[in-house]
T-cell receptor, first 114, second 112 residues
């Protein structure tokens, strides 16, 4: 019974390149959340998706960032033209339903922009 | 705008004693609260939750207390064990919201 899986665990990109972060939710979970953790800070919500739908992207920067959760395959968080300030740990969480349920987190992807 | 605050960045406790981690929030619409535990290089792991209709929830060594009038919750760990050493995050959500708001975390060290 695999938990939430994220890959890669570590990603290094030069300024201006694209970063693609993948998240496979727990089996049976159709709700996916992306969070970002900057150094010395808590987790900040970015986006909430269900299969093929973005439900809430209020925490995601308007430019360069996008997310998807296709019918088949993992959820993808895409950052175009990365800058040094994008360096952070990106966590994906999943839940079986919307609402008052705990979210189960993956191990995170640590993005470093050089 | 930090709606969930953990004002103690770190806490050290002797093994066997009680650990008390505190969390304050500002949004009166929050009605569901959770505590997560995080080890380095891992994702947060759910520990315990509480709904605003309760003021206490207990699960083994872990108890969460909620004081709605003070907008304050706390996590008690009794007895503390060295394996409890980790960063603890509190999180809150509102009934109408889709996201959890996280505090900045408290690093707990349990000294053998």
């Amino acid at each position: 019974n695999a938990g939430v899986m994220q890959n890669p665990r570590h990603l290094v990109r030069r300024r201006g390149q694209e970063a693609r972060l993948r998240c496979s939710p727990m089996k049976g979970h159709s709700h996916v959340y992306w969070y970002r953790q900057l150094p010395e800070e808590g987790l900040k919500f970015m986006v909430y998706l269900q299969k093929e739908n973005i439900i809430d992207e209020s925490g995601m920067p308007k430019e360069r960032f996008s997310a998807e959760f296709p019918k088949e395959g993992p959820s993808i968080l895409r950052i175009q033209q990365v800058v040094r300030g994008d360096s952070a740990a990106y966590f994906c969480a999943s839940s079986p339903n919307r609402g008052k349920h705990e979210q189960y987190f993956g191990p995170g992807t640590r993005l470093t922009v050089t | 705008d930090q709606q969930v605050k953990q004002n103690s960045p770190s806490l050290s406790v002797q093994e066997g004693r009680i650990s008390i981690l505190n969390c304050d929030y500002t949004n009166s619409m929050f009605d569901y609260f959770l505590w997560y535990k995080k080890y380095p290089a891992e994702g947060p792991t759910f520990l315990i939750s509480i709904s605003s209709i309760k003021d206490k929830n207990e699960d083994g060594r872990f108890t969460v207390f909620l004081n709605k009038s003070a907008k304050h919750l706390s996590l008690h760990i009794v007895p503390s064990q060295p394996g409890d050493s980790a960063v603890y995050f509190c999180a809150a959500s509102a009934d109408t919201g889709n996201q959890f708001y996280f505090g900045t975390g408290t690093s707990l060290t349990v000294i053998p």
